[in-house]
C-alpha cells in the first residue's frame, strides 16, 4: 500500500497581505518556516517518516517540504505539475484591487471561465489528474509526503473527490490531508489534525 500525504506550503509575506501569488517565486516568512518546522516535530512524534518527497519546485514549496520532512534539499524531488495556479497578470494584487471579472471567476471556478491570462481550470486539474495517475500506477509500498499550494491541492482533491466543491474548501497553510493508494485505487482523502493521534488510512 502506499500511502500519501499532501501539505500546502507555510506563510508567505503575499499570503499575510492578501495578494494573488499563483506561480510567482516568493519565499516563506519566518511564520511560514515556523510552521513548517512545527508540522515536521508532529511527524516525528507520530513516528511518521517519509520514503519519498516530492515537491512543487517553487520555493515556498520546497523549502517548506525540506523543514517538515527533515529531507536535504537535494534529496527531494520536484515536479512541475505541483505548481499553483497561474494568475498571469493578476499575480502579486491584492483581492481588493481585482475586476468583478476574476471575483465572479474565484467564486465558481467550475463554471465561470478563467480571466484572460490565467491558467484554464481544466488544465489545472488535468496536470494534477495526470500526476495523480502516475502515483496511482508507481507500485512502490512506501509513505510519501507531497508539497504544493492552496489551489494545485484543491484541483488533486477535485480530481479525487469528483466533487466541485473542492474549489470552495479552506486550505490553510501547512494544512495536511491523507489517502491511500491500495489494488491501483485511491481511498478517500481525507484532512488531517496534526494534534490528534494518528490512526490508519482507509483501505
Given amino acids: 500500500m502506499k500511502t500519501v500525504y ?3 506550503h507555510g506563510e508567505t509575506d503575499l499570503n499575510r497581505q492578501g495578494r494573488m501569488q499563483g506561480q510567482s517565486d516568493y519565499p516563506l516568512n519566518d511564520t511560514g518556516r515556523a510552521q513548517a518546522r512545527q508540522a515536521g ?4 512524534e507520530r513516528g511518521l ?3 519519498r518527497v516530492i515537491s512543487s519546485p517553487l520555493s515556498r514549496a520546497l523549502e517548506t517540504a525540506a523543514l517538515a520532512s527533515g529531507y536535504e534539499a537535494e534529496r527531494i524531488a520536484t515536479d512541475p505539475r505541483l505548481m499553483e495556479m497561474g494568475y498571469g497578470p493578476y499575480e502579486s494584487l491584492v483581492f481588493q484591487e481585482l475586476s468583478p471579472e476574476v471575483f465572479r471567476f474565484l467564486r465558481d471556478p467550475e463554471h465561470v471561465p478563467a480571466p484572460e491570462g490565467m491558467e484554464p481550470i481544466p488544465a489545472l486539474v488535468a496536470r494534477l489528474g495526470d500526476f495523480l495517475e ?4 508507481d507500485e512502490r509500498e512506501e509513505q510519501l509526503l507531497v508539497v504544493c499550494h492552496g489551489v494545485a491541492l484543491r ?5 479525487l473527490l469528483d466533487d466541485a466543491g473542492a474549489w470552495k474548501m479552506p486550505i490553510e497553510n501547512c494544512v495536511l490531508y491523507r489517502c491511500a493508494i491500495e489494488d491501483g485505487r485511491f481511498s478517500p482523502i481525507e484532512k488531517l489534525a496534526l494534534d490528534e ?7
Fill in 6 to 8: 499532501f501539505m500546502r
Fill in 41 to 44: 516535530a508532529r511527524f516525528a
Fill in 49 to 51: 517518516r517519509f520514503d
Fill in 134 to 137: 502516475d502515483l496511482r500506477q
Fill in 155 to 159: 484541483a488533486a482533491i477535485r480530481n
Fill in 197 to 203: 493521534p494518528e490512526q490508519e488510512a482507509a483501505p
